[in-house]
């Protein structure tokens, strides 16, 4: 009764769509692949040359995420995503921005990661 298969269609193209044009502004952002609501980034060091983002690094990136609240999968160099089949067009666009925000591979980017999981990690020991 809640179209739920056609709402993850719909919203799947939706998706695929502004992950596309977020892949043609960065750099590290080898192609956006999948089908529906389960979709794939591939993050490389270099688009030209599509050599691989070392798993370290994506590592970063799929924890950074999740302090940002978008849980993802992460291996090697692939960020696998897999939102409820009840997602909206307003959560879809609040994970690209999120993602906009986190794939920054920069030597900056890089910096404020680095301490945001570091403040993160210092918080979540001093909670115990």
């Known amino acids: 009764n809640e179209k739920l298969a056609e709402n993850a269609d719909r919203i799947g193209v939706y998706l695929m769509d502004k992950l596309q044009v977020l892949a043609e502004k960065k750099k590290n952002i080898g192609e956006v692949r999948g089908k529906g609501l389960m979709i794939v980034i591939e993050l490389v060091k270099n688009k030209e040359t599509r050599e691989a983002l070392a798993?370290?690094?994506t590592e970063e990136v799929g924890l950074d995420l999740a302090g940002r609240?978008?849980?993802?999968y992460?291996?090697?160099?692939i960020?696998?995503?897999v939102p409820p089949l009840i997602i909206d067009e307003a959560i879809a666009d609040e994970m690209?921005?999120?993602l906009d925000k986190t794939i920054?591979?920069?030597t900056g980017g890089n910096i404020k990661?680095?301490?945001r999981?570091?403040?993160e990690l210092a918080s979540s020991k001093l909670r115990k």
């Open 55 to 57: 798993g370290d690094v």
């Open 69 to 72: 609240g978008l849980l993802v």
């Open 74 to 77: 992460f291996r090697r160099n």
């Open 79 to 81: 960020l696998g995503i």
């Open 96 to 98: 690209v921005q999120i």
């Open 104 to 106: 920054d591979l920069s």
């Open 113 to 115: 990661r680095k301490a």
């Open 117 to 119: 999981l570091a403040k």
